[in-house]
């Protein structure tokens, strides 16, 4: 009997005192309970994330397949269309020196009949440099690339962060004291996971890292613009007009309040964007990433929510440092470092 009411007086107080139970001490330190240790609910999401990207890598080579093989049928049949339209003008020529209603005569005519035909077919069929990237199907695959890329660099990214991150919050878990008082609690004692070396999603990550973060982005056209994507601070996906001139970077209110920006202290002025004149607030990102290419400190204007319709924007000004050439005929832009001037 004395050792029930001993138990009893010491359950009693944790209930009274709304003390959690040790597993819940320790999930809300961020930790998970597996293969008989406490990880880091992160930690554990690492392997997840590079098989996730690791399948996105796979999608991204069949887009980039699907949509280069639309490029060179178009570029094949601007070919054929040329050598038709040459051998068009030859049977012309021909038919001009042979005797009028002479089998020869005839011959050709069907002959420059059947050329004119295939003409007629091809130029229907071959999509027009300033068309390319803006219709379908081209379009909508490129679309698809761009958000592969992307999601892939959200999991390749944050994978980085948590393995990064991970001794530094192992060590500070192993010396907080609410976290060794609830591993001490449970029966049989908990213990915290060792910290690993993530050799196999390092090499993973480091291989599909090579695919996305390029020095060529895929484009698309929305009219006669073209729209690129990069990502701002290391996590949010935003697609940009590209504009070749000194045009500011501009984004929406809308995604810098997906971004967490703080704008209720920064300043406000009127600016002329395209033909309209609004009210833009001067904001910083701390990174904006195209491809393998990061731009850091970059200065912003943030639209006001009437502008919303006019979406982000970017000029070549905001690529310090790089040269960049739209590569129209394989819907790319391509950013390479500018070389460095020889020393006198």
Same mark, same amino acid.
């Given at each position: 009997?004395?050792?029930?009411?001993?138990?009893?007086?010491?359950?009693?107080?944790?209930?009274?005192?709304?003390?959690?139970?040790?597993?819940?001490?320790?999930?809300?330190?961020?930790?998970? $309970?597996?293969?008989?240790?406490?990880? =880091?609910?992160?930690?554990?999401?690492?392997?997840?994330?590079?098989?996730?990207?690791? #399948?996105?890598?796979?999608?991204?080579?069949?887009?980039?397949?699907?949509?280069?093989?639309?490029? *060179?049928?178009?570029?094949?049949?601007?070919?054929?269309?040329?050598?038709?339209?040459?051998?068009?003008?030859?049977?012309?020529?021909?038919?001009?020196?042979?005797?009028?209603?002479?089998? @020869?005569?005839? =011959?050709?005519?069907?002959?420059?009949?059947?050329?004119?035909?295939?003409?007629?077919?091809?130029?229907?069929?071959?999509?027009?440099?300033?068309?390319?990237?803006?219709?379908?199907?081209?379009?909508?695959?490129?679309?698809?690339?761009?958000?592969? #890329?992307?999601?892939?660099?959200?999991?390749?990214?944050?994978?980085?962060?948590?393995?990064?991150?991970? /001794?530094?919050? $192992?060590?500070?878990?192993?010396?907080?004291?609410?976290?060794?008082?609830?591993?001490?609690?449970?029966?049989?004692?908990?213990? =915290?996971?060792?910290?690993? /070396? $993530?050799?196999?999603?390092?090499?993973?990550? *480091?291989?599909?890292?090579?695919?996305?973060?390029?020095? @060529?982005?895929?484009?698309?056209?929305?009219?006669?613009?073209?729209?690129?994507?990069?990502?701002?601070?290391?996590?949010?996906?935003?697609?940009?007009?590209? $504009?070749?001139?000194?045009?500011?970077?501009?984004?929406?209110?809308?995604?810098?309040?997906?971004?967490?920006?703080?704008?209720?202290?920064?300043?406000?002025? *009127?600016?002329?964007?395209?033909?309209?004149?609004?009210?833009?607030?001067?904001?910083?990102?701390?990174?904006?990433?195209?491809?393998?290419?990061?731009?850091?400190?970059?200065?912003?204007?943030?639209? /006001?929510?009437?502008?919303?319709?006019?979406?982000?924007?970017?000029?070549?000004?905001?690529?310090?440092?790089?040269?960049?050439?739209?590569?129209?005929?394989?819907?790319?832009?391509?950013?390479? /470092?500018?070389?460095?001037?020889?020393?006198?």
């Amino acid at each position: 009997m004395k050792t029930v009411v001993s138990a009893w007086l010491v359950f009693v107080p944790l209930v009274a005192l709304g003390a959690d139970a040790p597993e819940i001490v320790l999930e809300k330190q961020g930790l998970k $309970y597996g293969n008989a240790v406490w990880h =880091l609910a992160s930690d554990l999401s690492i392997a997840e994330r590079v098989k996730t990207a690791e #399948r996105l890598e796979r999608r991204l080579f069949d887009r980039r397949n699907q949509i280069d093989t639309l490029l *060179e049928h178009n570029e094949r049949m601007k070919a054929q269309l040329a050598n038709l339209t040459e051998a068009q003008k030859a049977a012309r020529a021909a038919r001009n020196i042979v005797k009028g209603d002479s089998p @020869e005569q005839k =011959l050709l005519d069907e002959q420059i009949k059947q050329q004119g035909a295939a003409i007629d077919q091809l130029k229907k069929s071959i999509v027009p440099g300033e068309k390319l990237g803006a219709t379908m199907p081209l379009k909508a695959l490129v679309i698809d690339l761009v958000g592969i #890329r992307s999601e892939a660099a959200f999991h390749v990214l944050t994978a980085w962060r948590h393995i990064q991150q991970a /001794p530094a919050r $192992y060590e500070a878990l192993r010396t907080n004291p609410e976290v060794v008082a609830a591993l001490a609690a449970l029966e049989p004692p908990g213990q =915290l996971a060792p910290v690993r /070396p $993530y050799a196999n999603e390092i090499r993973s990550l *480091e291989r599909i890292e090579k695919a996305i973060f390029t020095d @060529e982005l895929p484009l698309f056209r929305e009219g006669k613009v073209w729209r690129v994507t990069g990502i701002a601070n290391e996590e949010l996906p935003l697609t940009f007009s590209l $504009y070749e001139s000194s045009e500011p970077t501009a984004i929406t209110q809308s995604m810098a309040d997906a971004l967490g920006l703080d704008l209720a202290k920064q300043p406000k002025a *009127e600016r002329k964007l395209g033909k309209a004149t609004m009210k833009v607030t001067t904001a910083r990102l701390e990174s904006l990433r195209f491809g393998r290419h990061l731009l850091n400190d970059v200065e912003v204007l943030v639209l /006001p929510p009437e502008s919303e319709n006019l979406g982000a924007r970017i000029g070549l000004a905001a690529f310090r440092g790089l040269r960049v050439r739209v590569v129209a005929e394989r819907l790319l832009l391509r950013l390479e /470092p500018k070389a460095e001037p020889e020393a006198k």
